[in-house]
């Protein structure tokens, strides 16, 4: 099998849009795959290694995960996800499921979501 398969065999059409608030702006983005808060926390992972002094999380989470981001306008955008994540400038991270309507299924700092996932 070809590499570049067998790295694909993993990826789940879960699909999530992400929002990140600052200074009273939201910005939000869109993944087609790997949605679910196991998949999402590998996402914010790498934003939060590219995190630094002037770097917003918005910005560290489009840079680390640019092969796969779309812009959105808001989480109406994308109406068929499943997981839509709110992350504040605090680093607090809301994670909402569609279970026939949007439930909150979690709420903490984005560090603690990061260890329990």
């Not at 869109?30 to 918005?58: L, P």
Request: charged fraction near 20%.
């Amino acid at each position: 099998m070809i590499p570049q398969f067998e790295a694909m065999e993993n990826i789940m059409s879960t699909r999530a849009t992400y929002e990140f608030n600052s200074n009273g702006v939201s910005n939000f983005v869109y993944i087609h795959h790997d949605g679910y808060m196991s998949g999402a926390a590998n996402y914010f992972r790498k934003m939060m290694n590219s995190v630094g002094e002037g770097i917003t999380y918005y910005n560290a989470f489009i840079e680390s995960n640019v092969d796969c981001v779309h812009l959105a306008q808001s989480h109406e955008d994308h109406a068929d996800t499943e997981y839509r994540y709110v992350l504040d400038a605090t680093g607090w991270l809301t994670v909402y499921e569609c279970r026939d309507e949007w439930m909150q299924v979690y709420g903490s700092s984005i560090e603690d979501f990061l260890k329990s996932k």
